[in-house]
């Protein structure tokens, strides 16, 4: 989830480079809402990546506690480019999995999405 296009543009040509295959929402309901739906037809998302903060609509906060809600077992990142933010910084207490700083590198982004799925 992020709302800058040139941001899902850029991850979604390293997340097929590395293998994976991706869907984008611009903000936390409708990320929220694709989730659902892909459970619901049996395609669950395998993680999620959730920008801490869009312009409009809901943030990577806001958006985790409601799909921990609906699916206690969700894997998400928390992803900026505020690497001092408190939710960056303990990402964990907030309910996240783990941490990708803005701007990616493609190193960092298989690093973490592999320790992610190892756990």
Do not use: N, W
Not at 88 to 101: P, R
Request: hydrophobic share 45%; charged share 20%; proline share 3%.
């Amino acid at each position: 989830m992020d709302d800058d296009e040139m941001v899902q543009y850029i991850l979604s040509q390293m997340l097929g480079h590395l293998g994976y295959a991706a869907s984008f929402a611009a903000e936390g309901s409708q990320a929220v809402a694709m989730y659902r739906a892909a459970a619901d037809g049996g395609e669950p998302f395998d993680a999620v990546i959730l920008d801490l903060s869009v312009k409009s609509g809901m943030g990577g906060i806001e958006t985790i506690s409601a799909l921990q809600t609906a699916f206690p077992d969700v894997k998400a990142l928390v992803s900026s480019g505020f690497s001092t933010d408190p939710v960056m910084t303990d990402y964990a207490a907030y309910g996240f999995c783990g941490v990708l700083e803005k701007p990616y590198h493609m190193e960092t982004l298989e690093e973490t999405l592999g320790r992610v799925f190892r756990e």
